[in-house]
């Protein structure tokens, strides 16, 4: 589906709104108000606020699980394979953090279909880290530690990064990168 500029103009207010006070506070009214036009014109451009969450969270999990496949597929290390995830929720959350929230808080609003292939996603997604993480202890790359605690402190902090960054709006990209890459992968002691 194409989308115009219009559409995505409407996507990123939605997201923006959708941030601020979760999908279901959120009418089609607010959207339209928010945009400054009538809601009867936002239905020249949208047909629900179903398919404008579906554009934000189906478009963000397909890039997540798309690149998490050519990561897991590459032909280096597990832990270069844990810095390229690290970077690429870095890069998601400064390119687009209220489609992040959308993903992280309001997912579970998706319908049908929707929900099922989002599920299935983000199931692809954390087995493709599980495989890095088990592969990473085999070549004992990474500590032999339990392979779930690892999945969940890692995702944990890289899934809600967006909640921290805006209020740390002065950090450099480069420095939490790298900090972020030192604290994940070895620690702070």
Known sequence: MKITERKSEII????????EKGYSAITMRDIAQAMEIKAASLYNHIKSKQEILVL?????AEEFTSVMNQIVNSEISSIEKIKKVIQLHIDITLRNPDA????NNDWMHLEDNELKYFLKMRAEYEDNFRKIIKVGIQNNEIKSL??????????STLRTLYL?????????D???????EEILLKGIV
């Open 146 to 155: 339990n392979q779930e605690v690892i999945i969940f402190s890692t995702l």
């Open 164 to 172: 921290w960054y805006n209020k740390s709006k002065s950090l450099n």
């Open 56 to 60: 934000i969270i189906i478009e963000i």
């Open 12 to 19: 990123a207010i939605a997201s923006r709104l959708f941030r």
């Open 100 to 103: 992040l929230a959308c993903l």
């Open 174 to 180: 480069k420095v939490l990168m790298k900090d972020l």
